[in-house]
């Protein structure tokens, strides 16, 4: 751990470093027309050439009024010190001291970034299990019947190829025509995601064992049941886990891309309307909370695939 | 004949492969009986595997008649009639030595009480009592191979098919095993086939030694030993031994003429 800690380092002060730097072009008219209201001299004075000037150009030729490039309201790419104030502004002032925080209300605010990022779990969480669940016994299916594998393996494999963008608002448009909202069609989009890597990686798990292991059940006249419980089954732990650690993440991707249609919570529904207001900050804030989440997530998978294998006696 | 274990006639097996036809077995008839231990000798490829697998019903002859206690070798597998060894231990890594040979007596329905009592009986036979608790991976090699021994023999099958399996361990842990394997097999009273590469084990070991030779794989010889059943590690150097050793290695070297 400790040699890691040095580059990884390196590594995030020369992204923020970048990052300042790109906030003084990205941010640059806004920053110039600010200046020019507060009565600053700016060239070009007329706002239409400004408008078709290139951000560099009107950079080096202002360098003099430059200095809110990292402050704006509403910057188009705020700053990221701007970005932990938003974080901590929705987490911990909004729920110590706001009027709907947990302090005051006894509940999460639903203006805090706590309870948009519960209910994102939630959705992943569910449409993950379903994803796993479909996704395993498809693969027990598969492993088994030969029909199984050549009817329904090129679907599994097309159904990956439509993008789920395209797909998402579909499904909640026809969920919602049969009575179905809120947290079940974002955990449908979530499993639709998650089966596959589970899918893949089963099969691949519950056909590792070799001839021999086969073989030397076969000798005890073992059934399929009995061959899939006792040897294919605890075979495909690893494969499972690897599987696990991927459909998660996209679980969560499914249920961000879920609520980015409807405006009923959840982190893509802050970025949404984020864009809507021209709230940069809070999309950033929200694409923060996501990455931490998905971190959260591989995380634990990571322990409980450590408790387990440690459990089966392997590693 | 009434106590024919093992009898095959005029047995024919033919893989099919990619580059044509591969005589695995060609013509072999021999009988094997209640309690023999027989050995199966000859170069790489003459077919002792595939034999062992037809007697075990994992291969299917092409050809001849082959039963075991009178049924189809498929009728004896689902009679579950033997215990097979294979050449790699095979013990299931997520498994305890315990939980390895508890597998076959989960499959087959055993009561748990009954489980417990023949994990605990087959372990002292082949010397790992106190040994239930650990994983295979912290035993060696020669433990392992006496641990899927113990897993063969657990649940009393009257037949025990063993392919090689002392074949990857030293020649002095394989003699306390091969001195172990003729206690069990006097105390047990199994009828025993036993597929190996060294000479001096098939003699040591057995009752019966079938010389194979290969392409077509054949029977060329068939000894029965004049040895004694009870039979101390320095029999090795009587000259009854060492004369069955030769008409051993003449078998094994006028099959390999004949190519
Ligand atoms: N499943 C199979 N498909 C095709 N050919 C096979 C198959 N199994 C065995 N053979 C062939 O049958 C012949 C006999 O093989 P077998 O494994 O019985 O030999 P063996 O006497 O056990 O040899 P070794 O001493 O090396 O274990 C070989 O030529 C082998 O290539
Ligand atoms: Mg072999």
């Given at each position: 751990?400790?040699?890691?800690?040095?580059?990884?380092?390196?590594?995030?002060?020369?992204?923020?470093?970048?990052?300042?730097?790109?906030?003084?072009?990205m941010n640059v008219r806004e920053v110039?027309?600010?200046?020019?209201?507060?009565?600053?001299?700016?060239?070009?004075?007329?706002?239409?050439?400004?408008?078709?000037?290139?951000?560099?150009?009107?950079?080096?030729?202002?360098?003099?009024?430059?200095?809110?490039?990292?402050?704006?309201?509403?910057?188009?790419?705020?700053?990221?010190?701007?970005?932990?104030?938003?974080?901590?502004?929705?987490?911990?002032?909004?729920?110590?001291?706001?009027?709907?925080?947990?302090?005051?209300?006894?509940?999460?605010?639903?203006?805090?970034?706590?309870?948009?990022?519960?209910?994102?779990?939630?959705?992943?969480?569910?449409?993950?299990?379903?994803?796993?669940?479909?996704?395993?016994?498809?693969?027990?299916?598969?492993?088994?019947?030969?029909?199984?594998?050549?009817?329904?393996?090129?679907?599994?494999?097309?159904?990956?190829?439509?993008?789920?963008?395209?797909?998402?608002?579909?499904?909640?448009?026809?969920?919602?025509?049969?009575?179905?909202?809120?947290?079940?069609?974002?955990?449908?989009i979530s499993a639709y995601l998650s089966?596959?890597?589970?899918?893949?990686?089963?099969?691949?798990?519950?056909?590792?064992?070799?001839?021999?292991?086969?073989?030397?059940?076969?000798?005890?006249?073992?059934?399929?049941?009995?061959?899939?419980?006792?040897?294919?089954?605890?075979?495909?732990?690893?494969?499972?886990?690897?599987?696990?650690?991927?459909?998660?993440?996209?679980?969560?991707?499914?249920?961000?891309?879920?609520?980015?249609?409807?405006?009923?919570?959840?982190?893509?529904?802050?970025?949404?309307?984020?864009?809507?207001?021209?709230?940069?900050?809070?999309?950033?804030?929200?694409?923060?909370?996501?990455?931490?989440?998905?971190?959260?997530?591989?995380?634990?998978?990571?322990?409980?695939?450590?408790?387990?294998?440690?459990?089966?006696?392997?590693? | 004949?009434?106590?024919?274990?093992?009898?095959?006639?005029?047995?024919?097996?033919?893989?099919?492969?990619?580059?044509?036809?591969?005589?695995?077995?060609?013509?072999?008839?021999?009988?094997?009986?209640?309690?023999?231990?027989?050995?199966?000798?000859?170069?790489?490829?003459?077919?002792?595997?595939?034999?062992?697998r037809c007697i075990a019903g994992l291969?299917?002859?092409?050809?001849?008649?082959?039963?075991?206690?009178?049924?189809?070798?498929?009728?004896?597998?689902?009679?579950?009639?033997?215990?097979?060894?294979?050449?790699?231990?095979?013990?299931?890594?997520?498994?305890?030595?315990?939980?390895?040979?508890?597998?076959?007596?989960?499959?087959?329905?055993?009561?748990?009480?009954?489980?417990?009592?023949?994990?605990?009986?087959?372990?002292?036979?082949?010397?790992?009592?106190?040994?239930?608790?650990?994983?295979?991976?912290?035993?060696?090699?020669?433990?392992?191979?006496?641990?899927?021994?113990?897993?063969?023999?657990?649940?009393?099958?009257?037949?025990?098919?063993?392919?090689?399996?002392?074949?990857?361990?030293?020649?002095?842990?394989?003699?306390?095993?091969?001195?172990?394997?003729?206690?069990?097999?006097?105390?047990?009273?199994?009828?025993?086939?036993?597929?190996?590469?060294?000479?001096?084990?098939?003699?040591?070991?057995?009752?019966?030694?079938?010389?194979?030779?290969?392409?077509?794989?054949?029977?060329?010889?068939?000894?029965?030993?004049?040895?004694?059943?009870?039979?101390?590690?320095?029999?090795?150097?009587?000259?009854?031994?060492?004369?069955?050793?030769?008409?051993?290695?003449?078998?094994?070297?006028?099959?390999?003429?004949?190519?």
């Open positions: 751990m400790k040699g890691t800690l040095g580059p990884v380092l390196t590594v995030i002060l020369a992204i923020l470093a970048i990052w300042y730097v790109a906030c003084v072009p110039l027309s600010a200046a020019e209201r507060d009565g600053a001299v700016v060239t070009p004075t007329d706002p239409v050439e400004r408008r078709d000037a290139g951000a560099v150009g009107l950079v080096l030729n202002n360098t003099a009024h430059l200095g809110a490039s990292w402050s704006l309201d509403r910057a188009k790419l705020p700053a990221p010190h701007q970005i932990a104030v938003e974080l901590w502004n929705t987490t911990v002032v909004e729920e110590m001291t706001g009027r709907r925080g947990i302090v005051n209300s006894g509940s999460l605010s639903n203006r805090g970034l706590v309870y948009h990022a519960g209910i994102t779990l939630w959705a992943t969480v569910l449409g993950f299990v379903i994803g796993t669940g479909l996704g395993i016994l498809l693969a027990v299916g598969i492993v088994h019947s030969r029909t199984m594998e050549m009817s329904v393996m090129p679907w599994a494999i097309v159904s990956q190829t439509i993008p789920i963008v395209a797909l998402a608002p579909m499904i909640i448009v026809v969920l919602y025509s049969v009575g179905l909202q809120g947290m079940l069609p974002k955990a449908v089966f596959f890597p589970v899918v893949v990686g089963m099969v691949k798990g519950l056909r590792s064992p070799d001839q021999s292991q086969l073989d030397l059940m076969h000798t005890y006249n073992a059934s399929k049941s009995a061959v899939l419980v006792k040897l294919r089954l605890p075979a495909s732990v690893p494969y499972l886990f690897a599987s696990l650690k991927i459909g998660i993440a996209a679980s969560l991707v499914g249920a961000i891309v879920g609520e980015l249609p409807v405006q009923q919570g959840g982190l893509g529904a802050r970025m949404l309307a984020g864009s809507y207001y021209g709230q940069t900050s809070q999309i950033w804030a929200a694409l923060i909370a996501a990455a931490a989440l998905a971190a959260l997530l591989v995380w634990s998978i990571g322990a409980l695939e450590r408790r387990t294998l440690r459990r089966m006696g392997v590693v | 004949m009434t106590d024919a274990v093992i009898s095959a006639q005029h047995l024919d097996l033919t893989f099919q492969t990619g580059d044509g036809p591969v005589h695995a077995l060609r013509d072999v008839n021999l009988t094997i009986d209640k309690g023999d231990f027989v050995s199966f000798i000859g170069p790489s490829g003459c077919g002792k595997t595939t034999f062992l291969e299917t002859p092409t050809g001849g008649d082959l039963t075991v206690n009178g049924m189809t070798p498929d009728e004896a597998r689902k009679a579950r009639a033997y215990g097979y060894v294979f050449q790699a231990a095979g013990l299931y890594p997520w498994r305890t030595i315990g939980g390895n040979i508890r597998l076959p007596l989960e499959i087959m329905g055993f009561s748990k009480a009954d489980q417990a009592e023949r994990v605990k009986r087959v372990l002292e036979l082949v010397d790992l009592a106190g040994f239930e608790k650990k994983y295979p991976w912290q035993l060696s090699g020669g433990m392992q191979q006496r641990a899927s021994i113990a897993r063969a023999l657990a649940f009393d099958a009257d037949i025990l098919l063993m392919d090689e399996p002392f074949g990857a361990l030293d020649e002095i842990v394989r003699d306390h095993l091969n001195e172990e394997l003729l206690k069990l097999w006097a105390r047990t009273e199994k009828t025993i086939g036993f597929v190996t590469h060294s000479i001096p084990e098939a003699v040591y070991l057995s009752t019966k030694i079938v010389v194979m030779s290969p392409r077509p794989g054949r029977i060329t010889d068939v000894i029965d030993s004049p040895l004694p059943r009870e039979r101390p590690l320095d029999i090795r150097d009587t000259p009854e031994f060492i004369a069955i050793a030769h008409r051993v290695r003449e078998g094994l070297r006028a099959g390999h003429q004949e190519d």
